[in-house]
T-cell receptor, first 112, second 112 residues
Framework: DAKTTQPPSMDCAEGRAANLPCNHSTISGNEYVYWYRQIHSQGPQYIIHGLKNNETNEMASLIITEDRKSSTLILPHATLRDTAVYYCIVRWAQGGSEKLVFGKGTKLTVNP | KAGVTQTPRYLIKTRGQQVTLSCSPISGHRSVSWYQQTPGQGLQFLFEYFSETQRNKGNFPGRFSGRQFSNSRSEMNVSTLELGDSALYLC???????????FGPGTRLTVT
């Protein structure tokens, strides 16, 4: 079973920041938080991951709470092309043999 | 660098037949994972191969099998197809010193 809880859907206005929350209260010390998104009928796309520090890349920012029990993915200026299902995944990153366990994710709709 | 490629992109088969799907990972990546995505069950892990060896396996019947070649390309096979095997089959590759999985576009299998 997935170790994360996400709201099933969210809406965001184009050009505004999209803040997608994720709860992972049972995360262990050596587990990372990963975010992927899946645009309709395409393969999931890696966005970002982090352990305990906040992370930023060209796509998004990841804010992890100090107790690591929750995190927020931030898309700073959402566009229509950001409409997708966003998955928050907890996994141990010490080796590629750890499978990804996907939950139901959050369906983000960016409105014009 | 070219991404993960999967062939064919679409496939229609009849119940009882068998099917082979192919995945070419990103150059230099040695790990290939396979996932099945259906509307009812979501994204589920099938198996993972690394250096031609199956390193991890999900909870699927023995009709689902795979292999990996010395060039890291992977194939998965489904024998005695059932209607419930209709799904999007995704492969993902990992490597290059990172642990992120990069997904291909998927193969859409329809069983009639």
């Amino acid at each position: 079973d997935a170790k994360t809880t996400q709201p099933p859907s969210m809406d965001c206005a184009e050009g505004r920041a999209a803040n997608l929350p994720c709860n992972h209260s049972t995360i262990s010390g050596n587990e990372y938080v990963y975010w992927y998104r899946q645009i309709h009928s395409q393969g999931p796309q890696y966005i970002i991951h982090g352990l305990k520090n906040n992370e930023t890349n060209e796509m998004a920012s990841l804010i992890i709470t100090e107790d690591r029990k929750s995190s927020t993915l931030i898309l700073p200026h959402a566009t229509l092309r950001d409409t997708a299902v966003y998955y928050c995944i907890v996994r141990w990153a010490q080796g590629g043999s750890e499978k990804l366990v996907f939950g139901k994710g959050t369906k983000l709709t960016v409105n014009p | 660098k070219a991404g993960v490629t999967q062939t064919p992109r679409y496939l229609i088969k009849t119940r009882g037949q068998q099917v082979t799907l192919s995945c070419s990972p990103i150059s230099g990546h040695r790990s290939v994972s396979w996932y099945q995505q259906t509307p009812g069950q979501g994204l589920q892990f099938l198996f993972e191969y690394f250096s031609e060896t199956q390193r991890n396996k999900g909870n699927f019947p023995g009709r689902f099998s795979g292999r990996q070649f010395s060039n890291s390309r992977s194939e998965m096979n489904v024998s005695t197809l059932e209607l419930g095997d209709s799904a999007l089959y995704l492969c993902a590759s990992t490597g290059g010193g990172g642990y992120e999985q990069y997904f291909g576009p998927g193969t859409r299998l329809t069983v009639t």
